[in-house]
């Protein structure tokens, strides 16, 4: 049958939105899969973000990246990184043209929700043993109890000694958990608010109930826990004061659904992101622009701090290209931000049908439409957020369109609802281009979240045709 006038009218004039899946080939599903498969393999083994700095530096390495500090100086072609305090880093490919012509920038974080111990610790109570927590970044509570964790970081002793722990995650290894009530005696809790239903100060890591058998001593349970961390990692209770460790769910990423098509996975948020623009960085043809990929710590509690984006440790690392390439001279660095341009790199929220209240569905981020841009950030009349140029929007798209990278522009949730924000504004406040793009996420922020293949492969796509190409 021959189209009417008004369905090729249709198709001329609007916006047609689709699954990416509906025009995938079966070579693309095949990259698709097998880089989702690389992905979580890489995910399970960088839950935080000492881990994926750690992890990210191997990948370097091995592919002919130098640590900037050993550089006498940096021409076209030369492959560098910083790593800030292990928790950050900073990764360049220098291109062809002067670096005041503008950095090509891609910024994601690698911190994501999750429990930190307190400083102090350790404490007995009817003979059952505990790991007393503070939860760091935006957390439902309820989220976090009776699942499995493991406890990952490090414990930096007074001589210096810096012990390395993940415990938790091997075959053999115990794992940790937060009890929660019976539903028979819940009676009372099932009442409250769901926020209020467990509270911060009882996340309570249960880590022991075997006593050290002897007379004299009160608090047993806790003597023989502290002894085989003793045997184990060489430490006393004191040194948990010198100590960073943070709980994160003991199981793995895996692909979801009957179809393979998604990846349910702890910490998503925004190490697939991260993975995603490092895999960029990695592979891209850098021709013109210098190309940088920012992972940043902290975003999740506000990005404040010596390792998170507000720091000078990013400012720091471009004034030492500039000097290694012998093109420094005063203020140059304030124009190369200003001739940037950035992809921030964190994820968005994906449109969800259980949920369909809080979305406006004509703007929102559907699974496997492709990577998805927002245009702005903020909330409420968009306080505090960071609005994208249209005038950089246009050029972003021609880029992707003219790469055949699916993508989709949508927004945060619907007007007053909520709202939130990224690392986008501060780069913006320093004079660089930035949008906001990456993966849509279902159950953000929760022990286990998801996302669309799809959209993983997109988002690294995205990334790479901006490094070669903004
Ligand atoms: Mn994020
Ligand atoms: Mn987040």
Request: proline share 3%.
């Amino acid at each position: 049958m021959e189209k009417s006038e008004g369905k090729v009218l249709e198709e001329k004039l609007f916006n047609q939105k689709k699954s990416g899946w509906e025009t995938a080939t079966d070579d693309e599903k095949g990259l698709i899969f097998k880089f989702s498969d690389e992905y979580m393999a890489f995910l399970n083994k960088a839950k935080t973000e000492r881990e994926f700095v750690c992890r990210a530096k191997e990948v370097l390495d091995s592919n002919g990246f130098k640590d900037l500090c050993t550089a006498d100086s940096v021409k076209p072609g030369d492959k560098v990184y910083s790593v800030n305090r292990g928790k950050s880093m900073y990764i360049a490919v220098i291109g062809n043209k002067k670096l005041e012509e503008g950095l090509n920038l891609v910024g994601a974080h690698i911190d994501s929700p999750r429990l930190d111990l307190k400083p102090n610790p350790v404490y007995e109570d009817n003979e059952m043993v505990y790991f007393d927590t503070q939860y760091y970044g935006g957390i439902k509570k309820y989220q976090w109890t009776a699942i499995p964790l493991s406890l990952h970081g490090v414990i930096v002793k007074t001589n210096g000694e810096k012990v390395t722990v993940n415990i938790g995650e091997g075959e053999n290894d115990p794992i940790f958990t937060i009890t929660d009530l019976l539903p028979h005696l819940a009676k009372e809790q099932m009442q409250k608010k769901l926020d209020e239903g467990v509270a911060g100060e009882d996340l309570n890591l249960l880590i022991g109930n075997m006593p050290y058998v002897c007379p004299d001593v009160k608090e047993k349970v806790k003597l023989n826990v502290l002894k085989l961390l003793n045997e184990r990692y060489g430490i006393n209770e004191a040194d948990f004061l010198s100590a960073e460790l943070e709980l994160v769910p003991a199981f793995n990423s895996k692909s979801l659904g009957f179809d393979y098509s998604m990846v349910a996975g702890y910490g998503q948020d925004d190490k697939v992101c991260a993975y995603t623009s490092l895999r960029a960085i990695l592979e891209a043809k850098v021709q013109d622009k210098t190309a940088v990929c920012i992972l940043s710590d902290k975003e999740e509690i506000g990005s404040m701090g010596n390792t998170g984006m507000e720091s000078q440790a990013f400012d720091n690392f471009v004034a030492e290209l500039l000097n290694k390439s012998g093109e420094n001279r005063p203020n140059l660095l304030n124009k190369v931000f200003c001739n940037s341009s950035m992809l921030s790199a964190d994820v968005g929220t994906a449109f969800d049908p259980i949920y369909a209240g809080v979305s406006d569905r004509t703007n929102s981020a559907y699974m496997s439409y492709g990577v998805s841009f927002d245009k702005y950030t903020g909330s409420r009349g968009k306080a505090g957020g960071s609005d994208a140029n249209a005038e950089f929007i246009g050029k972003i798209r021609e880029i992707l369109e003219r790469n055949n990278v699916h993508y989709q522009i949508a927004q945060l949730g619907k007007v007053d609802v909520g709202g939130g924000g990224t690392i986008a504004y501060i780069l913006a406040n320093k004079g660089v281009e930035v949008i906001d793009c990456g993966v849509p996420v279902l159950s953000m922020h929760s022990p286990y979240e998801v996302t669309s293949k799809y959209d993983i492969y997109s988002a690294y796509m995205a990334y790479k045709v901006f490094y070669e190409e903004a």
